[in-house]
């Protein structure tokens, strides 16, 4: 027998193992290009690079919190010895309940984030007399991020800086940054790591309130075309893919179709010099 035959055994065998193994990766986590991808099909942008590397920040803002891509442990827990022992075993349990959950009785709700405190104080990472503070620590750093989140939308697409605009204004780009949050989530939902997620009913709410904000309640016409949105989605709500499909089909016309003032996107975002993608009847 040739001395080959079990050196091409191994390599085979390797090979399998390799094939068997890529898969259950790719179904555990989902990267920021296809996160942005899934972006770049629902908003109405053709292609831009602006556009583009703004998509790649928002995703890092859930998955990276101090913005490179070597750390998911957020930095207000490294930098203070109240908080710096605690563990987590997946970084879905920051960021990841949607872009307006700010206040500290909000942020408690999400499940996997307080199991993780009650598991940390119970092998002692986290003393019981700083659960309070570290709540506290968090929703100090959520609305710093928020902020600054909202400011990089703002000079994006021409608004100004977030304190100098009109509550309208602010109520659009909560919409623009809150459903760009829910795309990422949704498209997470594509993985096998569920459980770790915003709970797929609130994920739908916070999406149909973000298209209300977008739509505004301004002109009647503009609403109209929101509610006919939310209803389209809830009949593909049997499946997040289903779901995300319909978004991907549908929301680029919504926002196109809006008219009046503030909220005829298509001429306030090609004056800004984007250009967006081709209106469907």
Known sequence: ???????????????LLLCGVTPLVSKNVKGANSHTSDMLQVYPFQYDQRIYDFYVAVSYYLDHP??????QKPRFLKD??????????????WYHWGFNRTD????????????TVRQNIEKGKLAKKNEDAFWAALQQDVSRRNRELMNKTARLFGYGEIGSISSQQRSQLNGFVSLLYDIHILGDYTTTEKSLLLPVHDLYSDIEQAIRNIAGTSYSDN?????????LLRSHQ????DYLATLKSSF??????????????????????????????
């Open 223 to 231: 609403r109209t075309e929101g509610e006919k949105l939310i209803r």
């Open 238 to 241: 049997a499946t997040t893919d």
């Open 66 to 71: 101090n913005g490179d891509t070597q750390s």
């Open 104 to 115: 500290t009785n909000r942020l408690r709700t999400f499940g996997p984030l307080s199991e």
């Open 1 to 15: 027998m040739s001395v080959q035959t079990p050196l091409l055994r191994c390599l085979c065998i390797g090979l």
């Open 80 to 93: 203070d010895p109240r908080f710096r022992r605690m563990t987590f075993r997946n970084h879905r349990i």
């Open 252 to 281: 680029a016309n919504f926002m196109l179709r809006l008219k009046g003032g503030l909220y005829d996107y298509k001429s306030k975002f090609e004056r800004q010099g984007f250009t967006m993608k081709p209106q469907s009847e």
